[in-house]
Protein backbone atom coordinates (compact mmCIF):
# COMPACT_ATOMS: atom_id res chain seq x y z
CA UNK A 1 0.00 0.00 0.00
CA UNK A 2 0.96 3.49 -1.01
CA UNK A 3 2.54 5.37 2.43
CA UNK A 4 2.23 9.46 2.65
CA UNK A 5 4.39 9.51 5.77
CA UNK A 6 1.75 9.87 8.19
CA UNK A 7 0.52 8.02 11.11
CA UNK A 8 -1.97 5.51 10.77
CA UNK A 9 -4.94 8.08 11.74
CA UNK A 10 -3.75 10.86 10.21
CA UNK A 11 -3.73 8.58 6.86
CA UNK A 12 -7.08 7.73 7.32
CA UNK A 13 -7.93 10.89 7.69
CA UNK A 14 -6.33 12.00 4.57
CA UNK A 15 -8.61 8.97 2.81
CA UNK A 16 -11.57 10.65 4.48
CA UNK A 17 -10.62 13.75 2.35
CA UNK A 18 -9.88 11.75 -0.58
CA UNK A 19 -13.04 10.18 -0.94
CA UNK A 20 -14.92 13.64 -0.27
CA UNK A 21 -12.89 15.02 -3.04
CA UNK A 22 -13.29 11.95 -5.37
CA UNK A 23 -17.36 12.27 -5.01
CA UNK A 24 -17.66 16.22 -5.14
CA UNK A 25 -14.94 15.63 -8.68
CA UNK A 26 -17.48 12.60 -10.34
CA UNK A 27 -20.71 15.05 -9.23
CA UNK A 28 -18.78 17.95 -11.09
CA UNK A 29 -17.91 15.50 -13.96
CA UNK A 30 -21.58 14.45 -14.73
CA UNK A 31 -22.51 18.30 -14.50
CA UNK A 32 -20.07 18.92 -17.45
CA UNK A 33 -21.54 15.78 -19.31
CA UNK A 34 -24.88 16.99 -18.84
CA UNK A 35 -23.74 20.68 -20.61
CA UNK A 36 -23.07 18.71 -23.66
CA UNK A 37 -25.86 16.17 -23.52
CA UNK A 38 -28.28 19.67 -23.09
CA UNK A 39 -26.13 21.00 -25.91
CA UNK A 40 -27.12 17.77 -28.03
CA UNK A 41 -30.46 17.60 -27.09
CA UNK A 42 -31.43 21.15 -27.22
CA UNK A 43 -29.18 22.29 -30.22
CA UNK A 44 -28.04 19.96 -32.44
CA UNK A 45 -31.45 19.20 -34.26
CA UNK A 46 -30.56 19.81 -37.86
CA UNK A 47 -28.36 17.44 -39.96
CA UNK A 48 -26.47 20.31 -41.19
CA UNK A 49 -25.17 23.48 -39.56
CA UNK A 50 -23.40 26.53 -41.20
CA UNK A 51 -19.93 27.46 -39.89
CA UNK A 52 -21.54 30.23 -38.26
CA UNK A 53 -24.09 28.25 -36.25
CA UNK A 54 -21.33 25.73 -35.09
CA UNK A 55 -19.39 28.29 -34.12
CA UNK A 56 -22.34 29.68 -32.09
CA UNK A 57 -22.78 26.50 -30.64
CA UNK A 58 -19.35 25.49 -29.83
CA UNK A 59 -19.34 29.60 -28.21
CA UNK A 60 -22.54 28.64 -25.86
CA UNK A 61 -20.85 25.48 -24.79
CA UNK A 62 -17.53 26.95 -23.91
CA UNK A 63 -19.19 29.53 -21.95
CA UNK A 64 -21.45 27.09 -20.25
CA UNK A 65 -18.38 24.94 -19.70
CA UNK A 66 -15.86 27.34 -18.45
CA UNK A 67 -18.95 28.69 -15.73
CA UNK A 68 -19.22 24.89 -14.14
CA UNK A 69 -15.54 24.65 -14.09
CA UNK A 70 -14.68 27.80 -12.51
CA UNK A 71 -17.82 26.96 -9.99
CA UNK A 72 -15.99 23.96 -8.84
CA UNK A 73 -12.37 25.36 -9.20
CA UNK A 74 -13.69 28.01 -6.44
CA UNK A 75 -15.99 25.67 -4.37
CA UNK A 76 -12.41 23.46 -4.30
CA UNK A 77 -10.20 26.37 -3.04
CA UNK A 78 -13.65 27.14 -0.58
CA UNK A 79 -13.35 23.58 0.70
CA UNK A 80 -9.62 23.07 1.19
CA UNK A 81 -9.86 26.81 3.23
CA UNK A 82 -12.36 25.36 5.76
CA UNK A 83 -10.31 22.11 6.04
CA UNK A 84 -7.30 24.03 6.94
CA UNK A 85 -9.27 26.18 9.10
CA UNK A 86 -10.56 23.23 11.28
CA UNK A 87 -6.91 22.12 11.12
CA UNK A 88 -4.88 25.10 12.53
CA UNK A 89 -8.63 25.90 15.18
CA UNK A 90 -7.35 22.14 16.68
CA UNK A 91 -3.71 23.45 16.77
CA UNK A 92 -4.48 26.71 18.49
CA UNK A 93 -6.61 25.14 21.02
CA UNK A 94 -3.02 23.47 21.72
CA UNK A 95 -1.19 26.55 21.59
CA UNK A 96 0.12 25.00 17.95
CA UNK A 97 1.51 27.41 15.16
CA UNK A 98 1.27 25.33 12.31
CA UNK A 99 3.26 26.16 9.30
CA UNK A 100 2.18 25.42 5.28
CA UNK A 101 5.05 25.64 2.64
CA UNK A 102 3.09 26.48 -0.15
CA UNK A 103 5.85 25.59 -2.79
CA UNK A 104 5.32 21.66 -1.90
CA UNK A 105 1.50 22.02 -3.15
CA UNK A 106 3.52 22.08 -7.00
CA UNK A 107 5.94 19.29 -6.16
CA UNK A 108 5.24 16.78 -9.10
CA UNK A 109 7.29 14.29 -6.70
CA UNK A 110 5.23 14.82 -3.90
CA UNK A 111 1.86 14.76 -5.97
CA UNK A 112 2.90 11.73 -8.11
CA UNK A 113 2.87 9.92 -4.50
CA UNK A 114 -0.69 11.76 -4.03
CA UNK A 115 -1.89 10.16 -7.26
CA UNK A 116 -0.23 6.39 -6.37
CA UNK A 117 -1.50 6.66 -3.28
CA UNK A 118 -4.91 7.68 -4.52
CA UNK A 119 -4.81 4.49 -6.85
CA UNK A 120 -4.00 2.21 -4.51
CA UNK A 121 -6.98 3.29 -1.69
CA UNK A 122 -9.81 3.26 -4.58
CA UNK A 123 -8.87 2.41 -7.59
CA UNK A 124 -6.63 -0.61 -7.77
CA UNK A 125 -8.79 -2.18 -4.65
CA UNK A 126 -12.41 -0.51 -5.01
CA UNK A 127 -13.09 -2.31 -1.67
CA UNK A 128 -15.08 -1.37 1.16
CA UNK A 129 -14.08 -0.02 4.00
CA UNK A 130 -12.92 -3.20 6.72
CA UNK A 131 -14.78 -2.55 9.34
CA UNK A 132 -11.98 -3.37 12.00
CA UNK A 133 -9.94 -0.60 9.91
CA UNK A 134 -12.91 2.37 10.10
CA UNK A 135 -11.67 3.98 13.15
CA UNK A 136 -14.80 6.32 15.08
CA UNK A 137 -14.80 10.10 14.90
CA UNK A 138 -12.70 11.40 17.36
CA UNK A 139 -14.93 14.16 19.24
CA UNK A 140 -13.12 17.70 19.48
CA UNK A 141 -11.51 18.34 22.64
CA UNK A 142 -13.18 20.61 24.56
CA UNK A 143 -12.81 19.04 27.97
CA UNK A 144 -10.80 16.40 29.66
CA UNK A 145 -7.29 16.86 28.13
CA UNK A 146 -7.95 20.11 26.68
CA UNK A 147 -9.31 21.49 30.21
CA UNK A 148 -6.28 20.01 31.62
CA UNK A 149 -3.85 21.71 29.23
CA UNK A 150 -5.41 24.63 29.88
CA UNK A 151 -5.39 24.62 33.76
CA UNK A 152 -1.97 23.77 33.38
CA UNK A 153 -1.13 26.62 31.15
CA UNK A 154 -2.75 29.05 33.50
CA UNK A 155 -0.81 27.30 36.57
CA UNK A 156 2.80 27.88 34.67
CA UNK A 157 1.36 31.36 33.96
CA UNK A 158 0.99 32.11 37.39
CA UNK A 159 4.03 30.78 38.45
CA UNK A 160 5.87 32.56 35.97
CA UNK A 161 4.58 36.07 37.50
CA UNK A 162 5.45 34.95 41.02
CA UNK A 163 8.77 34.35 39.98
CA UNK A 164 8.85 37.27 38.43
CA UNK A 165 8.12 38.68 41.29
CA UNK A 166 10.37 37.49 43.65
CA UNK A 167 12.97 38.12 41.14
CA UNK A 168 12.44 42.04 41.29
CA UNK A 169 12.12 41.57 45.11
CA UNK A 170 15.33 40.08 45.44
CA UNK A 171 16.91 42.74 43.23
CA UNK A 172 15.81 45.58 44.99
CA UNK A 173 17.47 43.70 48.72
CA UNK A 174 20.50 43.05 46.29
CA UNK A 175 20.61 46.97 45.50
CA UNK A 176 19.84 48.50 48.89
CA UNK A 177 22.54 46.12 49.95
CA UNK A 178 25.39 47.30 47.26
CA UNK A 179 23.70 50.62 47.09
CA UNK A 180 24.00 50.30 43.40
CA UNK A 181 21.41 50.85 40.70
CA UNK A 182 20.89 47.54 39.06
CA UNK A 183 19.10 47.41 35.32
CA UNK A 184 18.05 43.74 34.75
CA UNK A 185 18.72 42.52 31.36
CA UNK A 186 15.03 40.75 30.63
Known amino acids: ?15 NYMRFARSKRGLRLKTVDSCFQDLKDSRLVEE ?16 VVHSEVES ?5 AYTNVLLLR ?11 KLQ ?43 EGASDLLHKEIARLQEENEKLKSRLKTVEVQVNSLTGQSYTPFY
Open 100 to 142: TDISELENRNLLEQVAEFEKAEFVSSNKKPNPEQVKPKLTPLH
Open 48 to 63: TFTIDEVSDILDGLQT
Open 1 to 15: MAELGLNEHHQNEVV
Open 86 to 96: QIFSQAEKWYL
Open 72 to 76: ELINT
